[in-house]
């Protein structure tokens, strides 16, 4: 049975936003406009008092453009549907009469919820949203970092490409230090052994053998290199400025970690602990799955997780045909790679830590 017989259908977009209000599938005068601001949610909220029976609010989930009227609703207490776009579509195709090509508006939002009643969800508490935030910056930070890295391997192929060499991978705070220091073949040869092996004992992470070790290999190199810039080329400051800015980004990357491990714990101490408990899942991975998967409380069934991150089976259908295909991957995307992520980190410690997830890949 309908809790509610009125609802107010808004198709949001960026700036504005159309209602339309549906009484047992007849609609209500004229659909309308509000912007998507303080005086629009007001207009809004004075409609919604008109009413006797509560309104329920549908609307779909346009990103970041549906978040303020979320917000609005929410400390206003007005209870609201969020439709996933894809899932808003699938219902008016299996349950309104409509053009193929028609969209999704104001009017036919209202209908769904007549036509094929969805039930309500209460909101999750925003400390998950802004966890999510987190994950998402700390996504654009990785995403600057190997961008950063990919331009300071090209810069240095015209100044000191052996120095890729010096560590057994070309990256991380000691091999930026050094670079740092050493961004061009002649800054090495300008200097003589004493004064080289002191500015490497001078980074964290090098001790006294190690330096006098790194000197020898570094002449080595510099000696071996054929530069095509001069050491007072234009190009030895974009590779200092590449290492300082990749220096910067993983001093941010690393305290966004530690600000959502502080907010995991808080939110969903249990849920943290689970996944640390997992094979091969260690704090950044276990982290960043409490923040893209949220309040797994607010599912029903497994299923309903597997469309969530979009894992779930795909299906075709064309007259009799009815075949499977692969995977939807219609839900959270980052949530998905985190997962495949970890089933790779389960593999690779199954000798050690077994469990019987990575038992149905062998």
Known sequence: MMESQIIFGIDVSSKSSTV??????????????????????????????QYLITPLVVFEATGVYSLSLQAFLEDYHIKYLKLNPLKAKKLMDNNLRHNKTDKVDAYRLALIQFNAPQKLRDPQPREYHELQNASRYYEELTRSIVTTKNQLHRNLQSTFPQIEEILSHPSGRIYWALVSLFPHAGYVLEKNETQVTQMLNSISGIGQQRARYLTTRLYAFAREAYPYDSKDSIIVRAIQRNISNLFSLQQERDYVINYMEKLAKAVNARALSIYLSIPGVARITA?????ELGDLRRFSTSAQIDAFVGIDPGRYQSGEKDSSLGITKHGNHIARKILYRVITQMETVKATQPCHITDYYD
């Open 20 to 49: 339309c209000v549906v009484n047992d599938r007849i609609k209500q005068g004229e659909s309308f406009r509000i912007s998507n601001d303080s005086f629009g949610y007001q207009k809004l909220y004075e409609q919604l008092n």
């Open 287 to 291: 982290v960043r799955l409490v923040a």
